[in-house]
Structure formats: structure tokens, C-alpha cells
């Protein structure tokens, strides 16, 4: 089906090959009109329009720009090409301080914009970014990071599309409520949303199975079930619960690091309570979620919340979380069939510089945890993976409306194969 925005020129046709629009229809198009960044028509309505460039894709594929709903992209430029799980020994990774001065934080910034845009990723999320980590080890996630962002957004030099999410504790560790709730009080620099959005916040709530931190219901064979990372209040859970309290009154969005069934389970049980809240910026959701139960993502559906998932990681870590929790166990984490049959938003993301930025590999990744569930290696598995990190990336960033899928009126972000 054509489709067509009123006026009648375009900037630019794309045509000549299959493009995938995800636009709910399972329709493929095989051109698009853009103008001022927009798409205006498609198909015969979009071949109609007088255009000044064009781009023929030469008979290959289009999809929708990739959207890595969890990327670290300040920390992966600063730290490029050196991966964590990658052939770089440990004597190589870059030790300590990455970047110190506004001139290596530009550039961090800008060398992850390139990488990203060679492997035609279009939009991510930056997720923790502030005063928390104004001390921190290597310099990529204080509030001078924040502001070297928006520096260079508001010199119009980005090249992807930035949601961003403000942390008020360490990364990978500790937050006080005091800090929480004096931080959230600051309201974020604003910006045009469709290139740097803040829409919400960053909570860590506990670690990684493989180091026995994940806060989980039954214990390691060491005995211990790990523990949140949240301080203040009476006690580290009702430090926790009211950060959620504070940010959803805000109508933040929320996304909480949690790996263990505890610690989701505590999420939840927050979020449930609070179902009478303001609707969020975006949909809070929980980063990682190794050991969500079944019943766990049917009721994180039914709250509207999430999973940004990382199969990369899975395939990274498998036998040193299998070290933790046993075999049995490990067989039922990195429940990705389970969330993405339930509806339940779910993005497949790399959490770089973790594991590669390379979305292939993510989804070479993922189609190994799917079919181990009983997923079969054919189109329609592959399209529910590419609409994990299009589509349900955009839904997390709150942006559907604008991106995600190509259709009249929606960016035109594309990732040609
Ligand atoms: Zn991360």
C-alpha cells in the first residue's frame, strides 16, 4: 500500500531493493520519499515525487535504522577497539582513567558515533550518565560527559539518535537514596528529544550471577544469595522501593539493573503498587533479567514494563554463571523465548563495550538462545529479533510514534544489508 504526506517534493528516493518497514503490516515497500529527514510517501506515491538525490539500494535490503536499547557508547568510544569479551588479553585492556579532558570525551564521543554508524545502528541508549560517577574510575559516565553531549548536540554533529538515562550512584555499584532523591530534583538539560532525550533514570539494584551478586531466591553453592546495591532509608530495600517511588511520581522512566529473581521481583512488586502512578516518560523496564521467571514476565507485561536483554553476554558468561548457580538453573536463564512470546517489551541489546556493538553478532546470539527453546531458525524468528532492536527499541524509548518502523511520518533511519 502507497502512502503519501501532503506536498509534493522530496530531498531524497530510495529505491531498487526490498525495504522491511515493520510497520505492522508485514508489507514491503520498494522505495521511500524523504524530506527534511521525514519520510513523506512510499512506494508508487513515493516514486511519483520529484526528488533532488537519489539512492538506489541496488537490489539489496533496507530495515529499520537498529536501535541498541543498551549501549554504553561514551565508555565504548573511549575505549575502542578494546572489547571486554574480545581477543584483547587483559594486559592490553585499557587500564584506569579513559578520557579527563572535554577534548577526549568529544572524541570518545564522536569515535563511538562513527563506529556505530559503520555498523548502521541509528539510534541507542546511553544508559547512566551523572554525578554519581563524577569520582569514577574512567571517566566516561560523570555529569561532564552529560554535558559534553549535549555540547556537541546542540553543535548538530551527532550522528545517532541518543536516549539517555541520568545515574545518581556508581555504575555497577552502590547509590543512596539521599544522593537519589537530591539528584532527581535537578531537572535534565533539555534538548530536541528526537536527538538527546532523558526521559528517566538509572537504578543499580544488584550485580551478575557469574560473581554470585545477582540477588537471587535460592542461595549459590556458597550459601549466599547476593544483595541489593541500594543504601539509605531503614534498610537496602526500602532504599530501593523509594527510588522507584520518587522517579515513577516524576513520571520518569525507570530501568533498574537487576539479574536475580530477587531483585526483579522486588522491581515488580514496586512497579505493581504503583499502577495508579503518572504514565511514564517510556516504559520502565529491567536491564539484564538473566533470571526472570515465567511468571515474572507475564506480570511485567501486564504493568507495561520491560526487558533489555544482552544474548551476547549469555553466550559470553553461560559456563561461569553455570560455576554459581549449576546447571539446572542456568538452563532456565537468559529467558529471551519466554519474554519475547509474552508481549512483554523486549529489546535485544549488546551492552558494548561488554560484548561487540555489532548487531549481527547480538542476533547470531540470540537465535542461539531461541532455538535451544525450540524456536526455529527461519524468517519469522529472525524478523521477531530485527523488531527487538527497531520497533520495541523505539517502544522502549517512548518514540513509536516517530521511529522504529518505516511508515509516512516517521524518521527515515534505515540500515541497509
Ligand atoms: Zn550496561
Known sequence: MSQTFPGDDADLIIRGGRIHTFDGTGDIAHALAVRDGVIVATDAAATRLHARNV???????????????????????????????????????PPGRLVSTTSERRSALRRAWRLLAEHGIT???????????????????????LETYGELHREGAQTSRVTLLRLFGTIDGESTLEDFAHGIRTPPPTHDPRWLAIPGVKIFADGIPPMATAWVEEPYADGTTGALLTRGGSDPLSAFQQMVELAASRGMQIAVHATGDR??????????????????????????????????????????????VQPLIAAHTHSWAAAQLGEARIATAWPLAAMLASGALTTVTSDAPIASPDWRLGLDAALALLTDAGFIDDAATRHLLLRSMTVEAARQDGASDWKGSLEVGHVADLTIL
Request: with cysteine; aromatic share 8%; hydrophobic share 40%.
Open 55 to 93: 539512492l538506489e539500494l541496488d537490489g539489496r535490503t533496507a530495515v529499520p535504522g537498529i536501535n541498541d536499547a543498551h549501549l554504553h557508547a561514551a565508555w565504548l568510544g573511549a575505549r575502542w577497539p578494546h572489547l571486554f569479551f574480545s581477543d584483547t588479553p587483559p594486559e592490553e585492556q
Open 123 to 145: 539510534s541507542y541508549t546511553e544508559p547512566g550518565i551523572g554525578p554519581g560517577e563524577d569520582a569514577g574510575e574512567t571517566g566516561c559516565f560523570g555529569a561532564d560527559m
Open 263 to 308: 531483585s526483579i521481583a522486588e522491581f515488580l512488586a514496586v512497579l505493581e503498587r504503583l499502577s495508579d502512578a503518572p504514565a511514564p516518560a517510556a516504559p520502565h523496564y529491567v536491564v539484564h533479567g538473566d533470571l526472570a521467571t515465567p511468571e515474572q514476565i507475564a506480570r511485567m507485561r501486564r504493568v507495561d514494563a520491560g526487558f533489555a
